[in-house]
């Protein structure tokens, strides 16, 4: 089945620098992928949907010049939390749609902002 | 807009019992609906999901879900659970799966199980 890697599984960074986060298919190509973020305890709230080649795409309430994301390829999508602060703190999810699989999430990515 | 809710917020059961989680959408069009499970530590799998057909859906490790049309619910079925079975549960609804849609979570369900 489909796989998606998501780097890295933790990070720890200082309140006001910039943290990438990466989401790669592995095996397929993801024409569409999704950005979630998820507090403890709670759900996955949809943060942004992009698309290969397009902007993307941002759910309301989620500021996209702190939460930048690229998808340059059918393979990687970035999300970028810039100017991070405690609040930013969270876990963050990817999820890649491939038309036989489904969607496809990766394992996440625990931020901590100190 | 699609809201995906999820009634029970924390369940605990002894193994052998059976399971029934609640999951209730709202979205007037063709669904598409999805249980998945995150175990501690780990990231999201699905359990099974639903795009058309038999309205009785059966998943991996013994799950199954049944799709209510009229009443916006598909609920996630286990006759048996096991002390494997504890994690967190999540019903998933997408609108317009071949537009691209996204999913939209309920908030979840945390299992408990005692041996």
């Known amino acids: 089945g489909a796989v998606v890697s998501q780097h890295p599984s933790r990070v720890i960074c200082k309140s006001g620098t910039s943290v990438k986060i990466e989401c790669r298919s592995l095996d397929f190509q993801a024409t569409t992928m999704f950005w979630y973020r998820q507090f403890p305890k709670q759900s996955l709230m949809l943060m942004a949907t992009s698309n290969e080649g397009s902007k993307a795409t941002y759910e309301q309430g989620v500021e996209k010049d702190k939460f930048l994301i690229n998808h340059a390829s059918l393979t990687l999508s970035t999300l970028t939390v810039t100017s991070a602060h405690p609040e930013d703190s969270s876990f963050y999810i990817c999820?890649?749609?491939?038309?036989?699989?489904?969607?496809?999430f990766g394992s996440g990515t625990r931020l901590t902002v100190v | 807009a699609q809201s995906v809710s999820q009634h029970n917020h924390h369940v605990i059961l002894s193994e052998a019992a059976s399971l029934e989680l609640g999951c209730n959408y709202s979205?007037?069009?063709?669904?598409?609906l999805f249980w998945y499970v995150q175990y501690p530590g780990q990231h999201l799998q699905l359990l099974l999901k639903?795009?058309?057909?038999?309205?009785l859906v059966k998943g991996i490790k013994g799950f199954e879900a049944e799709f209510i049309k009229s009443k916006f619910s598909f609920n996630l079925r286990k006759p048996s659970v096991q002390w494997s079975d504890t994690a967190e549960y999540f019903c998933?609804?997408?609108?317009?799966?071949?537009?691209?849609?996204?999913?939209?979570f309920g908030q979840g369900t945390e299992l408990s199980v005692k041996p």
């Open positions: 979205y007037g069009g063709t669904v598409n």
């Open positions: 999820s890649a749609r491939e038309y036989n699989y489904g969607y496809t």
């Open positions: 639903y795009f058309s057909g038999d309205p």
């Open positions: 998933a609804v997408n609108a317009g799966y071949n537009q691209g849609g996204k999913l939209i």
